[in-house]
């Protein structure tokens, strides 16, 4: 009768094990994957101030500027585009802007004149009064589909770069 033998090669166990500790390493300090999935939803939202549309694939109101004057609503002077920025910490990743307008135009507004006084303001060469003005909302910041399936990607991409290109081998 033939033997019969079993081997067992834990080498491709301990590769793994390394991996894991790598991965482990990388939740311990994720601060990294968090500025890269800033930096990509700050790419984003400047890309809607191009395309002039919100996160959710409606295109924005043309602002009169825009319509009297040409060019881009939001983009007369480019302020508020440039004044995107992100941070990120080991929690969140963060886009938005310092502007004290920019919720006006992200949420809409109604801006009413004082004790039944006017508004004034210039739009060209033309003086506009009015008791109220209601600017619409042109929302810039939020999560897109596309955002999503990039921030899975950089989780994803993250993910595979500590774990190395498989467990046969010794990354």
């Not at 009169?64 to 508020?80: F, I, P, S, Y």
């Not at 809409?108 to 739009?123: D, K, P, Q, S, T």
Request: aromatic share 6%.
């Amino acid at each position: 009768m033939a033997g019969v033998r079993l081997t067992y090669d834990t080498s491709d166990l301990r590769s793994a094990s390394r991996r894991f500790e790598r991965l482990e390493d990388g939740a311990r300090d994720p601060l990294p994957l968090m500025q890269d999935i800033a930096a990509a939803l700050e790419s984003s939202t400047l890309r809607r101030f191009e395309e002039e549309r919100g996160p959710d694939g409606v295109g924005w109101q043309k602002s009169v500027r825009a319509r009297n004057e040409g060019g881009k609503t939001l983009t007369d002077q480019g302020h508020l585009a440039d004044s995107i920025n992100s941070s990120a910490d080991r929690r969140r990743a963060v886009v938005g802007t310092n502007l004290i307008y920019a919720g006006v135009h992200q949420d809409g507004a109604e801006i009413h004149a004082r004790a039944g006084g006017r508004l004034v303001f210039a739009i060209g060469n033309q003086l506009i009064f009015a008791k109220k003005v209601t600017i619409p909302a042109r929302p810039f910041l939020g999560v897109d589909a596309g955002d999503e399936q990039e921030i899975g990607d950089i989780v994803g991409d993250f993910i595979a770069g500590r774990l190395g290109s498989g467990l046969g081998g010794a990354a």
